[in-house]
């Protein structure tokens, strides 16, 4: 628990009169400092806890303790690429020389910052196969909603207004369908076939006249590779739609293959899954959006680009618009921008394929303990529905549950919705071998627990701070003010 001393648990830390500090006599009282009306003026004294500094060091260290992060073990988190964010990052994006930039400030006085700005954008066009990128937009999903934006004027810049449909595979992420749908687009659902892939037999009669374009996410939401992919593209744009690449699972293709090379026209990176940033808790994130020749007037406003020795922010009147205030989260930026400088052009060769080999590694090391309902090799995730032995009545959740006694984080699980005890899981490419080999052997125990002692499995976690929670009442009516506590003990 948060504030146990000396073996008693203690909630209230407030002394009256106690301080972490001592100020001198203030001089300047009998002063009028300035003419504040009444009714602004603040009538009693601020309710705030009166500590001593150890007191308030130690409350958030304990605190900060009873939390389970990146930096304090494996994050298998499958989906989303909770990746190592190397602390150089950090300290290059809380230069001084960056942070206290203001985005109104005159472009003459932001040269370096505008720089860093184009380099990067330049850096995704290299690393995706395509012509021009905007780091505008705030998210993966804020980089979807923009992207079909591009798709919508690119076609209403033609006159062409029939189209006002999206094409989504039934495995995408939830974000597809309803950035589609803030878009004004309706979407139309394409099936997969048994191995995961999109059905193009199914593709065929959905495509016509009325079809704005195709989104796909490649290695698809269950990590497998959509091999499809040239026919699904010559088909979308034979019948005049646009491809839209979901750039979620970029992790994988790094150094192997670019999503412009394979069709697409159109896609957003999630700078905080593929390029490091710690994005736990939801935040913060960047989703540029990359276009290939033909439809950079399109993207948004203001513009980053070189003139001559300068960088200028532009306005094109094509534009969709605006998307964001300025120019996107740029702390977010400077961390990508970081990761692959110090990766070194060289070693992005490396990321695709090491995740791909961790991923398949810790699959292989597990199929005869876990269901594995896709065989086969997988890009930098895989999926497990759950035990293979299930008789004793342990779930997904009960094992994800008992993965923390063990000091691991859950994988992602229940999702994607297609199979019912999903266990989808994801190390990425900075895990060393060792923590592979932890992870694996802590799994195959879970699986022999599950049979020898199913009732310890289902109640875990037993070491944690705090035990199972509700986690739709903790959703719905967060207590987060201990007054409301009721303390079981
Ligand atoms: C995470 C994710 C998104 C959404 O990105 P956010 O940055 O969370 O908005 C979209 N598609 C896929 C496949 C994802 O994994």
């Given at each position: 628990m948060n504030n146990v001393y000396y073996g008693k648990l203690i909630f209230e830390l407030s002394k009256e009169g106690r301080r972490g500090y001592s100020l001198p006599e203030n001089k300047l009282n009998n002063y009028k400092l300035a003419d504040m009306p009444e009714a602004l003026m603040r009538q009693r004294e601020l309710d705030l806890p009166q500590v001593d500094e150890l007191t308030v060091v130690r409350h958030y260290t304990n605190m900060s303790n009873n939390n389970f992060g990146v930096d304090t073990g494996f994050y298998p988190l499958g989906s989303c690429t909770m990746k190592y964010n190397p602390k150089i990052n950090e300290e290059m994006c809380h230069h001084y020389a960056f942070t206290r930039l203001h985005p109104l400030q005159n472009e003459n006085t932001v040269q370096g910052a505008l720089k860093l700005y184009y380099e990067l954008q330049n850096m995704l066009s290299?690393?995706?196969?395509?012509?021009?990128?905007?780091?505008?937009?705030?998210?993966?999903?804020?980089?979807?909603?923009?992207?079909?934006?591009?798709?919508?004027?690119?076609?209403?810049?033609?006159?062409?207004?029939?189209?006002?449909?999206?094409?989504?595979?039934?495995?995408?992420?939830?974000?597809?369908?309803?950035?589609?749908?803030?878009?004004?687009?309706?979407?139309?659902?394409?099936?997969?076939?048994?191995?995961?892939?999109?059905?193009?037999?199914?593709?065929?009669?959905?495509?016509?006249?009325?079809?704005?374009?195709?989104?796909?996410?490649?290695?698809?939401?269950?990590?497998?590779?959509?091999?499809?992919?040239?026919?699904?593209?010559?088909?979308?744009?034979?019948a005049g739609g646009l491809m839209y690449y979901d750039g979620a699972n970029l992790n994988p293709m790094l150094g192997m293959c670019r999503p412009g090379d394979l069709g697409f026209d159109i896609m957003h990176i999630n700078l905080h899954k593929t390029f490091s940033t710690?994005?736990?808790?939801?935040?913060?994130?960047?989703?540029?959006?990359?276009?290939?020749?033909?439809?950079?007037?399109?993207?948004?406003?203001?513009?980053?680009?070189?003139?001559?020795?300068?960088?200028?922010?532009?306005?094109?009147?094509?534009?969709?618009?605006?998307?964001?205030?300025?120019?996107?989260?740029?702390?977010?930026?400077?961390?990508?921008?970081?990761?692959?400088?110090?990766?070194?052009?060289?070693?992005?060769?490396?990321?695709?394929?090491?995740?791909?080999?961790?991923?398949?590694?810790?699959?292989?090391?597990?199929?005869?303990?876990?269901?594995?309902?896709?065989?086969?090799?997988?890009?930098?995730?895989?999926?497990?529905?759950?035990?293979?032995?299930k008789s004793t009545g342990v779930t997904t959740l009960d094992v994800a549950k008992r993965l923390l006694d063990y000091g691991f984080h859950a994988p992602t699980i229940y999702f994607p919705l297609l199979f019912h005890e999903a266990l989808m899981i994801e190390p990425t490419e900075n895990e060393s071998k060792e923590t592979l080999d932890g992870f694996i052997e802590v799994m195959r125990t879970i699986a022999r627990e599950a049979k020898e002692q199913p009732d310890m499995v289902k109640s875990a976690p037993h070491t944690t701070p705090v035990r199972r929670l509700d986690d739709t009442q903790a959703a719905l009516h967060p207590v987060v003010n201990y007054a409301e506590l009721k303390l079981e003990n």
């Open positions: 290299e690393l995706s196969g395509l012509s021009e990128f905007t780091l505008n937009p705030f998210a993966g999903a804020h980089g979807e909603l923009t992207g079909l934006m591009v798709m919508r004027t690119y076609h209403a810049s033609r006159g062409d207004n029939k189209r006002t449909k999206v094409i989504i595979p039934d495995s995408a992420h939830g974000t597809n369908p309803a950035s589609a749908a803030v878009c004004g687009l309706d979407v139309v659902v394409v099936k997969s076939r048994p191995d995961g892939t999109v059905d193009v037999e199914d593709l065929k009669p959905l495509l016509n006249d009325e079809i704005a374009g195709m989104m796909m996410t490649n290695p698809n939401t269950l990590g497998i590779f959509e091999h499809n992919i040239a026919e699904i593209a010559s088909l979308v744009h034979e710690p994005h736990g808790g939801g935040g913060p994130g960047d989703g540029p959006v990359g276009v290939r020749a033909g439809l950079e007037d399109f993207l948004p406003n203001p513009h980053v680009v070189k003139d001559g020795d300068r960088y200028t922010l532009t306005f094109n009147d094509k534009s969709l618009g605006s998307v964001s205030g300025f120019v996107g989260n740029y702390g977010v930026i400077m961390r990508a921008y970081a990761y692959i400088r110090t990766i070194g052009k060289e070693n992005m060769r490396m990321v695709g394929p090491l995740a791909v080999l961790n991923a398949n590694y810790i699959k292989e090391s597990l199929k005869d303990c876990f269901e594995l309902p896709i065989g086969g090799v997988c890009k930098h995730e895989f999926v497990f529905d759950g035990l293979k032995d």
